[in-house]
């Protein structure tokens, strides 16, 4: 299946887990992509495991909670693609804590990451969105915008900007030719679930020592053996930037195995 030959796509919080899987899908499809990374380490790990289509990967360093970096890295990968058709918002982080321990720093160091990093990869790449082929956005948003994740709070309100953002933007551009969708993953392993990222925008949640566990009995998922893979979720994003998504804008769609019904 090859339907992203000839599409140009970049791809934020590419070296590991969701992102990384979504770079791996995008070019067994026949894309052509740049991922970026704040980790130069966990690009070098996709470029490794992207094998026989390395022909078709570029990698930049880029964090995404910083302006400057930013507009420095989208223009970087839009000169190398020649153009840009497909953007994937998937860097983010997540932290854990007592919301009456987290300091004023720490939440917004998760709202500059997930939030305000996709607002300003989003920002920089709109010219050359407008310029691509029917072009597409994909955001990341996650069951927790919606549903309750305990010792999230910071982390939720992000996603839950991200979703609403998404909405707003879908009809701002829908008469120009760009469509955007966010994703909802939940119940997914991942670098950033397992804490096992190498990149700094892919790290686990890290929950606090005195966690009362029986908060989180309602987050298992309905269907498989457990937390799926995150090529789970890059087979949707896959379908959400590709021509089968031609009709999709404006909304979300949850990836959680029937966590939340």
């Known amino acids: 299946m090859n339907r992203y030959e000839g599409r140009r796509v970049l791809i934020t919080g590419g070296g590991s887990g969701i992102g990384q899987a979504t770079v791996l899908r995008i070019l067994a499809e026949g894309g052509s992509v740049v991922a970026a990374d704040v980790s130069d380490r966990g690009l070098q790990d996709t470029v490794r495991k992207a094998g026989a289509y390395e022909g078709r990967l570029t990698t930049v360093v880029m964090d995404v909670a910083d302006e400057s ?135 686990g949640p890290g929950l606090p020592d005195d966690a009362d566990m029986t908060l989180f009995a309602k987050l298992s998922p309905a269907v498989g053996q457990g937390f799926a893979g995150p090529e789970t979720v890059a087979s949707v994003v896959a379908m959400l930037g590709s021509e089968d998504g031609k009709f999709v804008t404006g909304t979300e769609i949850r990836v959680d195995g029937g966590t939340h019904f």
């Open 69 to 203: 970096s930013v507009r420095a890295g989208v223009t970087t990968a839009t000169a190398s693609l020649g153009g840009l058709d497909v953007l994937v918002n998937a860097a983010g982080i997540l932290r854990s804590s007592h919301t009456h321990l987290t300091s004023l720093d720490e939440f917004t160091r998760i709202l500059q990451v997930n939030l305000v990093g996709t607002f300003l990869v989003i920002r920089e790449a709109i010219p050359a969105l407008l310029a691509g082929r029917d072009a597409a956005v994909v955001n990341f948003s996650s069951t927790s915008a919606a549903f309750a994740h305990p010792y999230m709070a910071a982390y939720a309100a992000s996603k839950g900007g991200i979703q609403s953002m998404t909405h707003a933007l879908a009809s701002e551009y829908a008469k120009r030719g760009i469509r955007f969708t966010a994703v909802q993953p939940g119940s997914i392993s991942s670098g950033m679930t397992e804490g096992s990222g190498a990149s700094r925008q892919s790290t």
